[in-house]
């Protein structure tokens, strides 16, 4: 107790001896580095700032307001650009944080990929949503699995295992063996629309495809036995050169040619004879049809026969033409396709729409204008491909 006591008067009479009005020592403040010349401003960095903490209390319309006066004063911001993107985004949609982005770019010539990829995923993420869809559904949620988003790969196997129709083809088509399997027994109980199946079983290069396909070779509709030849070659087991050799004496034109397409697939030449000679025939048609069956062995004139054909007067010819084409002169591929989206037939557009989304690689202006599309499946192939381009 007497120690206390001392303790007290001591500080009390350093206290008192403390000139009237002295203060305690300030703290010292922590030096912050120098701002370098490159760095962002710090007027930018503050109204980027708030507008991210107004986007997170859902304030859209303040969150755009704000990003737009930063690019009024930065007009290459990417940082308010992104704001802004993003604001559009929780505002309006893949399609209002598409025509932010379109604003933004105007007259530029290069485009900004890391943003456009944030698009393009705000587009999966909304097909993968909606239920009216259900094949450009599950292509969003395979693109979206490709990503790494677990969420997505639960649901595409929730789909395999309550789903049908074209969800199941879809599904097969990208190797899902449940979904094989459920196509097979399909088949086996003749529902469904057995040419789709097949095309998706061929799609799926699954061994559990090839005892229901050659089954169906003997199927009294020709589209059908077309569709099991077909998709027998793109299995690419040469052990189906036997099945499909017999299916070249076919009653059916068309089966014969798919027939012999598929052996040049699995490296049997006995139907280029019949091919040679369609591809002489004077029906744009025909010719079309004999060069897509002879896709897998492109040479030279070929490739000629193609690309004459991507001036035929029938518009379904110049589409299948502007498809085949593509690998070997893309340019003119989307010249051919991108005139005919604007065809006055809506088959015809969706068809030149979709083939885009399938031949279209690494241009991501083309790529933009896809996840503009009316249809779903092609704007799910725009996306998805962007953000493998981007990954």
Not at 364 to 388: E, N, P
């Amino acid at each position: 107790m007497h120690r206390t006591l001392l303790i007290s008067l001591v500080l009390g009479l350093v206290v008192a001896a403390r000139p009237v009005g002295a203060q305690q020592p300030a703290r010292s403040r922590p030096q912050t580095a120098p701002r370098l010349p490159g760095a962002v401003s710090v007027e930018e960095a503050t109204l980027i700032t708030n507008g991210w903490a107004l986007l997170a209390q859902g304030l859209y319309l303040q969150a755009a307001t704000k990003a737009a006066q930063v690019l009024a004063a930065y007009p290459r911001s990417g940082a308010a650009l992104l704001l802004a993107i993003e604001a559009e985004l929780a505002r309006g949609g893949a399609a209002a944080g598409l025509g932010q982005y379109e604003r933004w770019l105007r007259q530029r010539t290069l485009e900004e990929p890391l943003v456009l990829r944030r698009v393009a995923h705000a587009v999966l993420r909304e097909e993968a949503a909606q239920q009216q869809d259900q094949a450009a559904r599950v292509e969003a949620l395979s693109g979206l699995a490709d990503e790494g988003e677990s969420g997505a790969a639960r649901e595409l196997a929730a789909v395999a295992s309550r789903s049908g129709g074209a969800a199941t083809r879809t599904l097969a088509s990208l190797g899902d063996e449940r979904a094989v399997r459920t196509l097979v027994a399909e088949l086996g109980r003749g529902s469904g629309d057995p040419v789709s199946t097949l095309d998706a079983l061929g799609a799926s290069g699954s061994p559990l495809a090839i005892a229901p396909a050659v089954e169906r070779l003997k199927d009294p509709r020709q589209e059908v036995r077309g569709a099991a030849a077909e998709g027998l070659g793109k299995l690419g087991d040469t052990r189906l050169v036997a099945a499909l050799t017999p299916m070249l004496s076919d009653r059916s034109a068309y089966v014969r040619v798919k027939a012999a397409g598929a052996l040049l697939r699995l490296g049997d030449d006995t139907g280029m004879a019949l091919l040679q000679d369609m591809i002489a025939d004077p029906s744009p048609t025909i010719r079309i049809a004999a060069a897509g069956a002879m896709a897998s062995r492109p040479d030279a004139s070929w490739i000629a026969l193609v690309r004459e054909l991507t001036a035929a007067l029938e518009p379904e010819v110049r589409a299948a033409a502007g498809r085949l084409i593509a690998p070997y002169d893309p340019e003119l591929s989307r010249t051919v396709l991108e005139s005919l989206s604007t065809n006055e037939n809506p088959a015809i557009r969706e068809l030149a729409s979709r083939t885009l989304g399938e031949v279209v690689t690494n241009d991501l202006t083309m790529l933009r204008s896809l996840m503009r599309s009316s249809d779903r499946l092609t704007r799910v192939r725009g996306a998805a491909r962007l953000m493998a381009l981007t990954r």
